[in-house]
T-cell receptor, first 113, second 114 residues
């Protein structure tokens, strides 16, 4: 398994501002992922972050809105920029450990007012 | 694109009984993996069980087992001897071989009643 922490655990933000979410893993991993879980919905992959390269974004997500950093093999950040109420979601990071399994962080619950 | 369908938005079961959650998926690939994840009210996603498509034998993890029907593209989760701690959202997920991306279903909210 993997121990993954996220900061902040929750936040309430004003429209038009930005929030940076941190994800820390207890050991080195090659691939980290960022997901969004809108209220009552499933998880949608935002982007994949590999250390030393630009993040790869899924359709519907762009770097200007969700810039990602991956400075080393245990840490990543996701910024939600110029927020609107539609960005209110839970944001989760996950890591790939071994061949098959993704492990998830506890999530960051974001409310935009 | 692969899709995952969970047709039961909510289910309930009495403690100690057995419940089966349904999942179907759509893919033209032959090499893939299937997963069931559990998300309790505390929000942390936990991997419950996985199945490799090339394996005919159904995966089992303690009280959790799957019924994998490859031809029917069906992947149901059976929880035996349900416990109150099994109350959670359960997500079925698909991963194509050679890719690390997970595609999730919409989830089934399971409530175990005392």
């Amino acid at each position: 398994s993997a121990v993954i922490s996220q900061k902040p655990s929750r936040d309430i933000c004003q429209r038009g501002t930005s929030l940076t979410i941190q994800c820390q893993v207890d050991s080195q991993v090659t691939m980290m992922f960022w997901y969004r879980q809108q209220p009552g919905q499933s998880l949608t992959l935002i982007a994949t972050a590999n250390q030393g390269s630009e993040a790869t974004y899924e359709s519907g997500f762009v770097i200007d809105k969700f810039p990602i950093s991956r400075p080393n093999l245990t840490f990543s950040t996701l910024t939600v920029s110029n927020m609107s109420p539609e960005d209110s979601s839970i944001y989760l990071c996950s890591v790939l450990r071994g061949t098959y399994e993704q492990y998830f962080g506890p999530g960051t619950r974001l409310t935009v007012t | 694109a692969q899709t995952v369908t969970q047709s039961q938005p909510e289910m309930s079961v009495q403690e100690a009984e057995t419940v089966t959650l349904s999942c179907t998926y759509d893919t033209s690939e032959n090499n893939y993996y299937l997963f069931w994840y559990k998300q309790p009210p505390s929000r942390q996603m936990i991997l419950v069980i996985r199945q490799e498509a090339y394996k005919q034998q159904n995966a089992t993890e303690n009280r959790f087992s799957v019924n994998f029907q490859k031809a029917a593209k069906s992947f149901s989760l059976k929880i035996s001897d349900s416990q109150l701690g099994d109350t959670a959202m359960y997500f079925c997920a698909f991963r194509q071989g050679g890719s690390e991306k997970l595609v999730f279903g919409k989830g089934t909210k399971l409530t175990v009643n005392p």
